[in-house]
């Protein structure tokens, strides 16, 4: 596979999976703690969080500690409710983006937010209530949040994700189709392309010239099919088991990763949204080993 080690890197989400199938920042264990094990496990980047109270340079320094380099982040938004929350979204994404700025991280993804009781997250994966009223709505929130992201130099990659209004692969086309490849990118999840019964990779092939990055996942191909034909919630389809580490599900990685440009030059993000191993350090290992065997010094 086309994986080259020096662009490789984790978003160690193994620690924040919750009981109850979604996301808890707080029971991530201490930055250098989780540093420590992705050093252990011979994975040398991870998806850059600053923390709040550390300034770029003071992460940065922090990483370096441990051989660790930043990779691309991750900025989140929703349909505003009135100009305030626009302005709260705006603020954040220009935040992120001079923290990456700062970090020397050239591409930041973008994606629609979600939250525990939204329309997509209870019916999720098949484009629950699409309405295109709503949908270009969506896009042309992503455009504006793009746009002030590249003001910073920082190139905004657009991230489909299930449980939002913008999760299946029409939906992602329409977004990429109607806005300008100098305004967004493209940052495609295999793994939440997949599980909304999408192609990611003839996406990544169709959009080659706007990928800037990739997230690497696996999951249980079946599972999905049977939660989507069942209306399963999104909780309940991921602790029913729909994830796994690289390699130890069935999802197409090495076609996905194959159909990336020759001369690709982005990132690569291994994310594991909920380990199927014992403890989050056994499945960050376990991804360890999948990159030792596949990517390429």
Request: charged share 25%; proline share 6%.
């Amino acid at each position: 596979m086309k994986i080259r080690q020096d662009r490789l890197a984790i978003n160690p989400l193994q620690w924040v999976a919750s009981a109850d199938g979604w996301i808890d920042p707080t029971l991530a264990p201490s930055l250098d703690r989780q540093l420590e094990v992705i050093r252990d496990a011979g994975i040398t980047a991870l998806h850059s969080a600053v923390p709040g109270d550390m300034t770029p340079g003071a992460y940065a320094a922090r990483l370096a500690d441990h051989g660790i380099s930043p990779a691309p982040g991750y900025i989140p938004v929703r349909l505003p409710g009135d100009e305030a929350e626009l302005r709260t979204f705006r603020d954040n994404a220009a935040r992120v983006a001079e923290q990456h700025a700062a970090l020397g991280v050239p591409t930041v993804f973008l994606a629609m937010g979600m939250a525990k009781d939204a329309e997509r997250v209870v019916r999720p994966a098949v484009g629950h209530l699409a309405d295109r009223d709503r949908l270009e709505r969506v896009r042309d929130l992503l455009a504006e949040i793009a746009g002030v992201i590249r003001t910073h130099g920082i190139t905004p990659a657009f991230h489909p994700h299930v449980g939002t209004w913008a999760e299946t692969e029409e939906e992602t086309r329409f977004v990429l189709d109607t806005v300008d490849a100098s305004v967004l990118g493209f940052g495609p999840d295999m793994g939440h392309l997949a599980w909304a019964g999408g192609d990611a990779a003839q996406l990544v092939r169709d959009y080659a010239d706007r990928v800037a990055s990739v997230h690497i996942k696996d999951l249980d191909l079946g599972l999905a099919a049977q939660a989507r034909e069942a209306g399963w919630d999104y909780r309940k389809t991921v602790l029913a088991g729909l994830w796994s580490e690289p390699g130890h599900g069935n999802a197409d990685i090495e076609g996905f990763v194959g159909a990336l440009p020759d001369d690709f030059d982005g990132w690569l993000i291994i994310e594991v949204d909920r380990g199927a191993r014992p403890s989050p350090e056994e499945s960050v290992r376990l991804c360890g080993e999948w990159a030792t065997r596949h990517a390429r010094p």
